[in-house]
Structures are given as C-alpha cells and as structure tokens.
C-alpha cells in the first residue's frame, strides 16, 4: 500500500518559513519523480516543485528564489523548504510521487497571515 503522509504546514507570518516534509512508504523511492503541488480555494492544483532521480529539480516561477525541494533517499522522504513566504502562497500542498503512476498525499494546510 503506498503512502505519503506530508507534516509541517501550519500558520506562518508574511516573510516567515516554513519546512514541508513528505515521508513515503510502499514505494521505490528512489525511482519516483517527487512533488510538491498545493491547491488555493477555488483554483485548480497547481505545480511548486519537482526533484527527479538524479536530483534535477523544476520549480514554479512563483517559487524560484524562495522555495526549496529536496530528497533523503535513506529516509524515503522528500522537503520543501519554504522562505520569505507571502499570504499568496496560503494552500493545501500535497506531496506527489510518479514513476509509472502517480500518487498523492493527503495534503497539509499552509496559511500565511499577519
């Protein structure tokens, strides 16, 4: 059964950070393309960031300079670092992982308010 279950989103002030952790289990990590997308209220899921295998990472202009993604492949567990944040980056983000097929985390609520 696979599984990723994504913890440290909470509430944060503007400029503040924050650090999502994905931990995945019930499948080859480290073959899996790994992800991070959120979805704002009434807008479709949108992608963040991307590390593939090699560790080649693909970020969304809104997250370039300011977000980070990373991978632990002993741990089966992939990071989003997440500086300077902005009340536009308030969403649920999921954790993906694609090889053949894709999965998805439940999700983890990020708000950014003063």
């Known amino acids: 059964q696979v599984r990723l279950v994504e913890s440290g989103g909470g509430l944060v002030q503007p400029g503040g950070s924050l650090r999502l952790s994905c931990a995945a289990s019930?499948?080859?990590?480290?073959?899996?393309?790994m992800g991070w997308y959120r979805q704002a209220p009434g807008k479709e899921r949108e992608l963040v960031a991307t590390?593939?295998?090699?560790?080649?990472?693909i970020y969304a202009d809104s997250a370039k300079g300011r977000f980070t993604i990373s991978r632990d492949n002993a741990k089966n567990t992939v990071f989003l670092q997440m500086n300077s944040l902005k009340p536009e980056d308030t969403a649920v983000y999921y954790c993906?992982?694609?090889?053949?097929?894709?999965?998805w985390g439940q999700g983890t609520q990020v708000t950014v308010s003063s």
């Open positions: 019930g499948i080859d990590f480290s073959v899996n393309t």
């Open positions: 590390i593939n295998p090699n560790n080649r990472k």
């Open positions: 993906s992982a694609r090889y053949n097929d894709r999965y």
